[in-house]
């Protein structure tokens, strides 16, 4: 099974696989850590460490657990996400495809309805990019978009943590399911979406196309102010914050 998150994880495979592991692996020898190539290993890598950071922080955190910590808290996250999907799943389809009622664990994938897609190709967003414009709009509700098209080209992968509280869950819910109502409604927005954070959607295609490889550093850049503070945001129903996001008349 493998670490995830950053891409930088510890990954763990059958004993008979040791032997072959590329780059150098870390083992315990006494009171230290030592670094061992293994006698067969198929290769090596460019980067033998990975983020060293990554890795004492998420040793850390099972160190300060315990056994029966990493018990509770891995329940906790699949709960979260079970209780998540219970209120979500009358409004999105679920991925993989076919499997609506296969238990999920700690995360879980949404998706669009064909109509969803057909209204937002009308509405000018195609439909290769319908995933990642609906991303941009949780930044508009006070979260952190969550994985798009990832593992699955139209899925949006929710993961909430084991350390949110119920009221933090429910209010992430209510988000979700209001921005599905502007997805039905008001499709036309997500054209326009993030409207509240300091800059719009990066051209991606453009900043490919175009390297800056280097530049001169004369001064400190100029730091965007959000267009609505996340701190107000946060404070805002979330029915206010639809109003907002749609262009309708909610004042802060």
């Given at each position: 099974m493998g670490g995830g998150g950053p891409g930088d994880a510890m990954v763990a495979v059958s004993q008979t696989l040791i032997d072959f592991l590329p780059g150098y692996q870390i083992e315990k020898q006494g009171g230290e850590f030592v670094p061992v190539k293994p006698k067969h290993s198929i290769g090596s890598f460019h980067r033998h460490w990975g983020n060293f950071a990554h890795k004492v922080r998420a040793y850390t955190y099972l160190l300060r657990l315990g056994k029966e910590g990493v018990r509770r808290m891995s329940a906790m996250s699949v709960l979260s996400a079970r209780y998540l999907l219970s209120r979500l799943r009358e409004r999105y389809p679920t991925l993989p495809a076919g499997a609506p009622d296969a238990p999920r664990m700690h995360e879980f994938i949404l998706t669009l309805s064909e109509d969803d897609f057909?209204?937002?190709?009308?509405?000018?967003?195609?439909?290769?990019?319908?995933?990642?414009?609906?991303g941009k709009l949780f930044l508009d509700f006070g979260f952190h978009a969550p994985t798009v098209a990832w593992p699955e080209q139209f899925g949006l992968m929710i993961e909430p943590t084991e350390s949110y509280t119920q009221a933090e869950l429910d209010r992430f819910a209510d988000a979700v399911i209001r921005i599905k109502d502007v997805i039905e409604q008001h499709p036309d927005v997500l054209n326009s979406a993030p409207r509240f954070t300091p800059v719009d959607r990066v051209d991606e295609v453009a900043a490919n196309r175009q390297l800056t490889l280097?530049?001169?550093l004369t001064g400190l850049p100029a730091i965007h102010e959000n267009r609505l503070s996340p701190r107000i945001i946060a404070e805002m129903p979330i029915d206010d914050i639809f109003e907002r996001v749609t262009g309708c008349c909610a004042t802060v």
């Open positions: 057909k209204g937002l190709e009308a509405a000018g967003v195609p439909r290769a990019m319908a995933i990642t414009r609906v280097s530049a001169p």
